[in-house]
């Protein structure tokens, strides 16, 4: 029994060493086997690889993809003309010399964006003091990005201490004021925007004033035209009416005479609540008095 036990425990003993002497090293990665603390090789290619077990050989790996670094400061920026920015920015970059990497860097891929940061925002810095805003915005927004490129890539592959990394591209995301200009900018804009819609609302209520001017104007000259036009064909209908009357009461004064009186008998007791106090000898009824005797 002590020699079956014996037996699987140094089989686990083997399996155990023999496991730690295998490593998988994926495509996406760098393994970099240290021996004793030093570099002892880089394994590149992909697949199942062998070292010697702890404590002798450790392995570490590295990503080997493209990694991005994004600003994460909001510390501004002068301009040439001492204008506070804020710019935003995000850097492409991979390792590509592994060892190199681990040995001036760092072992893991924070140590190089830590640094690379530092470096970034240091080119950005001295581009940014040599532009005015409107070359940061628009005609030299470009040129600004290879500049600061071309200085990154000039420290990481310094001569004396080479950063064992590559610079694939330097973008800017925003340029702007910092919080307080920002604020500023928009009180004045608001107060151009608020002067630009007091000038139209003036504007457009003189305007309106105006035509309502017109308006009435016309509306008095029409109106005074329509008038005169009735009292002209009111005058020219009571003139015929008048030579009409004319002619027939011309004709037979007598019927005049009592025609008229019958209008005002019609007009005098129009309504029955009117009290009218009157001689009978009078010659109001004389028309009256004639049609009783004719009878």
């Known amino acids: 029994m002590n020699k079956l036990g014996f037996i699987l425990a140094s089989v686990l003993v083997v399996l155990v060493i023999g496991s730690s002497m295998l490593f998988v090293v994926d495509q996406r990665q760098f393994g970099v086997v240290f021996q004793l603390g030093q570099i002892q090789r880089v394994v590149v290619d992909p697949g199942l690889n062998f070292k ?15 990694l991005t670094l994004e600003s994460v400061d909001t510390e501004p920026m002068l301009t040439a003309e001492k204008q506070r920015v804020v710019i935003d920015w995000f850097v ?9 990497y681990i040995r001036n860097v760092g072992r893991n891929e924070s140590a190089g964006a830590l640094q690379l940061n530092r470096v970034v925002r240091s080119a950005f810095q001295q581009e940014v003091n040599k532009r005015t805003v409107t070359e940061l915005l628009s005609t030299q927004r470009e040129q600004l990005m290879a500049d600061v490129k071309s200085s990154v890539l000039s420290a990481v592959r310094g001569a004396e201490k080479p950063w ?21 900018v928009f009180l004045r804009m608001e107060a151009e925007r608020r002067r630009v819609a007091n000038e139209l609302r003036a504007t457009g209520f003189a305007e309106g004033e105006q035509i309502r001017a017109d308006a009435d104007r016309q509306r008095e000259v029409i109106v005074s035209q329509a008038y005169g036009d009735a009292q002209r064909v009111k005058g020219e209908g009571d003139a015929q009416a008048a030579r009409l009357f004319a002619d027939a009461f011309g004709r037979d004064p007598a019927f005049a005479q009592f025609y008229r ?10 309504s029955r609540s009117d009290v009218m106090i009157l001689d009978p000898s009078g010659e109001f009824f004389r028309s009256m008095r004639g049609s009783e005797a004719a009878r």
């Open 261 to 270: 009186s019958l209008e005002a008998y019609k007009a005098s007791f129009s």
């Open 52 to 66: 010697l077990p702890p404590p002798f050989q450790n392995v570490s790996y590295i990503d080997r993809r493209l």
């Open 92 to 100: 492409r970059w991979r390792i590509s010399e592994p060892e190199v």
């Open 164 to 184: 064992g990394m590559d610079i694939i591209d330097v973008r800017i995301t925003r340029v702007d004021y910092v919080e307080s200009i920002t604020a500023s």
